[in-house]
């Protein structure tokens, strides 16, 4: 059974920056299309960003410029990178494993954006 463990969440104020990390012991990230999703209270969930797996990325419109999905090989992680954080950023963010057989979610990870 695959798991993938968010990290890296957590209080920011506006203004800051925080770091996302997904991991899986012995998940070969290369065969699935990556992303991160978020929910806020009382909201659908919502894509974020996506990396597939011929490296294109695509962002949310309103994280573009702000925020940066990226696989990190060595650690074989998928990260997030985000900046310019503001109070609309806070959610719960999950990633999102796909490929043409398998879905897999992680547990999720809050991220609160607040002064």
């Known amino acids: 059974q695959v798991q993938l463990v968010e990290s890296g969440g957590g209080l920011v104020q506006p203004g800051g920056s925080l770091r996302l990390s997904c991991a899986a012991p012995?998940?070969?990230?290369?065969?699935?299309?990556m992303a991160w999703y978020r929910q806020a209270p009382g909201t659908q969930r919502e894509l974020v960003a996506a990396i597939f797996r011929d490296g294109v990325i695509k962002y949310e419109d309103s994280v573009k410029g702000r925020f940066t999905i990226s696989k990190n090989n060595a650690k074989n992680t998928v990260d997030l990178q985000m900046n310019n954080l503001n109070p609309e950023d806070t959610a719960v963010y999950y990633c999102n494993a796909v490929n043409s057989l398998d879905v897999y979610w992680g547990q999720g990870t809050q991220v609160t954006v607040s002064s």
């Open positions: 012995g998940f070969i990230f290369s065969l699935y299309h």
